[in-house]
């Protein structure tokens, strides 16, 4: 069962019907047909890529405003001196008891992901974290999450969402990557995306100086105390859960803690953390089998020489030009 609060495609929107006239018999009869989705764009499918337009980004975050969602006037919290860079071990966190997801407070570098269409729905429909990388500009989540039978160009990411209140700002995507065999078959070994992101409706500014960034780790082994977070998709704050990261065969690692409902997908795998800020190393996300789990496990594609492959693709790419539009895409 997927965990993103977006089951198919579209979802998240009514669906538009087309009409198709069958004759059977003598008589012809109106069917109606699910329309495209107008907020997929086919992207580059070789690569995996998509290069996302200011105007979505923008009318997305508008859509946000528009609804019950409000930016905090004035500075975000003081992070703590350095940022969000805690070295410390999971060990020194209990496990989970009772081991059920119970209410976190949020995190800086952990949010909601929107994707709002005109339906006046502002519903999160995943989750998402801020990963440390050269520009300062990268988050990471579950591939379902935006390429669902095309690249979602409508998608906003608000770090540490609370009681409606974005405290660091609207974030929207400049680039979208995905591994391409996640587009072919939907591999589930490959159920992971890295996404360039600029404040929204402003110039300037990186998400990573404002709400620090996760370490992310490859070829992590399994069988480590590791910390699962995510937002569902029904309230404006994150869930949690301490247990162990086991290994589901070789491409796949097995969380074992229920409670993690929908909206949860592509919510942060974390080790190693440090019990004084809450960050660690980023070893997987809500994602991978079943596009997720269910309501008792959670999975995660293992995060190794192919996502390490597609972080180095990601963070390569050159950020957008400051005041430069990019180029539109064409829709799918």
Partial sequence: MPRSGLPGVPQRLPVALGLLTVVVGSTALTLGLPARDPYLAAGDSATGSYLATRADGDLAAAALLAGPYRERPGPPAALPRGGRTGGGATAALPESRPLVAAPAAPAPAIGALFSPGDDGDPAHHCTASVVRSPAADLIVTAAHCVHDGGFRTRLVFVP??????????????????????????????????????????????????????????????????????????????????????????????????????????????????????????????????????????????????DVAALYRRATAEPGPTPGVRPRATPRS
């Fill in 160 to 305: 540490g969402l609370h009681d409606g209140i974005a405290p660091y700002g609207l974030w929207v995507p400049t680039r979208i990557h995905v591994d391409p065999r996640w587009i072919s078959d939907r591999d589930p070994d490959h159920d992971v995306a890295f996404l360039r992101v600029r404040r929204a409706g402003q110039g300037g500014g990186r998400i990573a100086d404002l709400t620090g960034a996760e370490r992310i780790r490859f070829g992590a082994p399994a069988g480590r105390p590791a910390l699962l977070t995510g937002y569902p998709a029904d309230r404006d704050a994150p869930v949690s859960c301490r247990h162990t990261a086991t290994a589901q065969g070789p491409s796949q690692l097995r969380f074992d803690c229920p409670g993690f409902p929908n909206g949860t997908s592509g919510g942060p795998l974390l080790t190693d953390v440090d019990p004084a800020t809450g960050t660690g190393a980023l070893i997987g996300v809500i994602g991978g089998l079943d596009e997720g789990g269910d309501d008792f496990v959670s999975y995660s594609s293992r995060f190794g020489a």
